[in-house]
């Protein structure tokens, strides 16, 4: 886990096997404990994948640390780290917004709607084509501007700023929500067509992906991360959750079977309490 205070600094917690916690060892840590070396920098971001962590901080500094199997840090190579090092690549024309992280991939969107990503792309889940893996930031190029990026365990999904949903990677169980004729390519950024509105947001899970117009859904169901009921425990066309009666929803957010919405009455109770409690 990678939380950070009101004041910006980033406290870890839990298994270090390949050093993710950035502390410069590889002992578990089973308390939040600071990262003394960022202390001097505000964190403004922080992301988990499977065994590594991106933080991002106000002065625009992107760092990561811990595996590095498929070049998941971009630092250059394929060397784990066990403290947080500087992802050179990045300079202060690249403001980023949003990062994520899936098991071994990671990914920085700028707020000029750039999306760079890199790590494994076995199943072409860094949308790089036919490259097995990345191991320094390339950008993911759409033909327009990209507003929101979500990374699974083996597939990724983006947004652009006028609501098309692309998605990319390993297409088992119809967790893509693409044609036949479209999974051909996979290995690139594919327009998911089966949503009639504009999307806003996506969250990507192990083996299924919810995208917010309305809440839809589509992969894996076993679980019932889906939310489409106990029987359907497959789908590969985008299915509207229909249990949710009048609530609005504003946030959607997956693990790897399942999944969680936030309401937008919630919310609105949340930041009331957040500000008073401030």
Known sequence: AAPEDKN??????????????????????????????????????AVCGRNHTLIYTEKGNLYATGGNSEGQLGLGGTEER?????????????????LAAGSYTS???????????WGDNSEGQI???????????HQVDVGKPVCWISCGYYHSALITCDGELYTF??????????????????????????????????????????????????????????????????????????????????YITSGENHTALITVKQLKKMVTKFTYNC
Request: with cysteine; aromatic share 8%; hydrophobic share 35%.
């Open 8 to 45: 910006g600094k980033l406290y870890m917690f839990g298994s270090n096997n390949w050093g993710q916690l950035g502390l410069g060892t590889k002992n578990t840590v089973s308390k939040p404990t600071c990262v003394k070396v960022l202390k001097p920098e505000k964190v403004k971001l």
């Open 82 to 98: 066990s403290a947080f090092h500087l992802v050179n690549y990045f300079t202060s024309q690249h403001k980023i917004k949003q």
């Open 169 to 250: 990677g390993e297409s088992d169980n119809g967790k893509l929500g693409l044609s036949l004729e479209q999974l051909k390519n996979n290995r690139v950024p594919q327009l998911v067509s089966g949503i009639p509105s504009r999307v806003n947001k996506v969250a990507c899970g192990g083996g299924h992906t919810v995208a917010l117009a309305e809440v839809f859904t589509f992969g894996l169901g076993q679980y019932g991360q889906l939310g489409l009921g106990t029987f359907i425990f497959e789908t590969s066309e985008p299915k509207m959750v229909d249990h949710l009666g009048k609530h609005k929803i504003c």
């Open 107 to 117: 990914a920085a969107l700028t707020e000029d709607g750039q999306l760079f990503m």
């Open 127 to 137: 949308g790089l084509g036919n490259e097995a893996n990345a191991c320094v930031p």
